[in-house]
């Protein structure tokens, strides 16, 4: 039979959606792969179909996981989806097939025999670490509207799962987490509910002025920084273990300016 790949948009509406019009084909699935954005070159004897990013249809795949297969396996499906990986699609596919065809249910992630189910466990975990160091990385600044603005820029798409943690310690503050890779703001009114924002244009450079008091405080955290280091102690390899460069470019301590 010829193989079918159904392209579908780098997001989690997207893959849902290509998961459930890979069920609506009732072709069965072995011949059916889902693909996360297009390919540079076209593989011969197989055919594309392109799935557009659909809510309902989202919103029944969801349905369906959390009543099939659980919250836990729901939330691991979701963060292997905000993988920067372009294989998420065809593994969260096998993943769910594992899960509701062969009927493994709520135990499907305990299923390692199925590479796909590991590589989804992969994936989710890649994500769940990342999000954990931006837990303890991110640094909020004052703007001078008073809100407190914190810039990332993570491999993985995790603001949607850094926001619980910040709206529950800072839920009397008005603030935004902005993801510059994925163009994603996290934004949280006082005493509100958060919610996200995409494609949503930068703030612009005239408009992210820090507030006096926070540009007083800049100046202290960072010499503070500076002079509490031991230089004869100083490990520049072990600092990296613990605190990648990455993250280093979004810390007000490390800023060359």
């Given at each position: ?65 959390k009543s099939r297969l659980g919250e836990e396996v729901y939330v691991t ?181």
């Open positions: 039979m010829e193989e079918k790949y159904i392209i579908c948009e780098d997001s989690l509406e997207g893959i849902f959606t290509a998961v459930y019009d890979a069920y609506a084909l009732r072709e069965g699935h072995e011949h059916i792969h889902i693909q996360v954005g297009e390919e540079d070159n076209y593989r011969l004897f197989a055919t594309y179909m392109y799935s557009h990013q659909d809510s309902v249809k989202t919103d029944k795949v969801i349905r369906t996981l499906i979701c963060k292997a989806a905000a993988s920067c990986d372009k294989t998420k699609g065809e593994a969260i596919y096998r993943t769910v097939i594992e899960g509701i065809t062969a009927g493994s249910g709520r135990r499907t992630m305990e299923n390692l025999r199925n590479p796909y189910v590991v590589r989804t466990f992969e994936l989710a975990r890649r994500t769940a670490n990342e999000a954990h160091h931006e837990v303890e990385f991110i640094r909020f600044q004052e703007l001078q509207q008073g809100i407190l603005y914190a810039l990332i820029g993570p491999e993985n798409n995790v603001v949607p799962f850094v926001m619980p943690h910040f709206a529950d310690r800072l839920a009397t503050e008005n603030f935004m987490i902005y993801d510059e890779k994925h163009g994603l703001y996290g934004i949280h009114p006082a005493h509100k509910a958060w919610y996200l924002v995409s494609d949503a244009e930068q703030l612009a450079k005239d408009q992210v002025q820090w507030s006096q008091k926070e540009q007083q405080y800049q100046e202290l955290f960072t010499m503070f920084h500076k002079t509490i280091a031991i230089r004869e102690r100083r490990n520049i390899r072990l600092q990296c273990q613990m605190l990648p460069l990455r993250f280093q470019d979004y810390m007000v301590e490390f800023n060359k300016n």
